[in-house]
């Protein structure tokens, strides 16, 4: 069966470190990616996304995220983070369907 | 465009008594889905409607659970009896039919049993 691995639980930076969080899928076929964000009182909302072409996909708020076929990884990077991006971010996997298979999810909180 | 609208917000009740979330999905999104999201877990799929037919209920515990989406637009889940593990928030979202449609999700009903 399909998975989806988010590694960090639990991240906690400084205003204007850099932000990496890992995502690793376990399908072998082909997959459309996605990050999702949901904010302190918020609903779950679509930060990113990969169907094809270009790897590197760029989203909202200076988030992008590199799909390395090879390592089956989509990871979610910000060069510079604010406080305002305190949040829980999910990694998520369709492989074709229309059953999207979504990670632990990732805690961040963001110090000014 | 509105969003996704779910009610109640919060739900408290013991355990074996009934409960029902109702979600009205964004108009025009064919596809609704339901999902349930444990404390520390990412959501998981509990049923999925294109229109008003179930295409994926694998995941739903049939003996206790059950869904309906009669018109094709609201969409109702009920749990009957609950249990004390059903405890976690029911996320409904909805998208328009295609693989490349990404979800908008509602807000959630975080349920309580005691």
């Known amino acids: 069966a399909q998975s989806v691995s988010q590694h960090n639980h639990h991240v906690i930076l400084s205003e204007a470190a850099s932000l990496e969080l890992g995502c690793n899928y376990s399908y072998g076929g082909t997959v459309n990616l996605f990050w999702y964000v949901q904010y302190p009182g918020q609903h779950l909302q679509l930060l990113l996304k990969y169907f094809s072409g270009d790897p590197l996909v760029k989203g909202i708020k200076g988030f992008e995220a590199e799909f390395i076929k090879s390592k089956f990884s989509f990871n979610l990077r910000k060069p510079s983070v604010q406080w305002s991006d305190t949040a829980e971010y999910f990694c998520?996997?369709?492989?074709?369907?229309?059953?999207?298979?979504f990670g632990t999810g990732t805690r961040l909180q963001v110090f000014p | 465009e509105a969003g996704v609208v779910q009610s109640p917000r919060y739900k408290i009740i013991e355990k074996k008594q009934p409960v029902a979330f109702w979600c009205n999905p964004i108009?025009?999104?064919?596809?609704l889905y339901w999902y349930r999201q444990n404390l520390g877990q990412g959501p998981e799929l509990l049923i999925r409607y294109e229109n008003e037919e179930a295409v994926d209920d694998s995941q739903l515990p049939k003996d206790r659970f059950s869904a309906e989406r009669l018109k094709g637009v609201d969409s109702t889940l009920k749990i009957q009896p609950a249990e004390l593990g059903d405890s976690a928030v029911y996320l409904c979202?909805?998208?328009?039919?295609?693989?490349?449609?990404?979800?908008?999700f509602g807000n959630g009903t975080r349920l309580t049993v005691t």
């Open positions: 998520a996997v369709n492989e074709n369907t229309d059953k999207l298979i």
């Open positions: 108009s025009g999104h064919n596809t």
């Open positions: 979202a909805s998208s328009r039919r295609g693989l490349n449609s990404p979800l908008h």
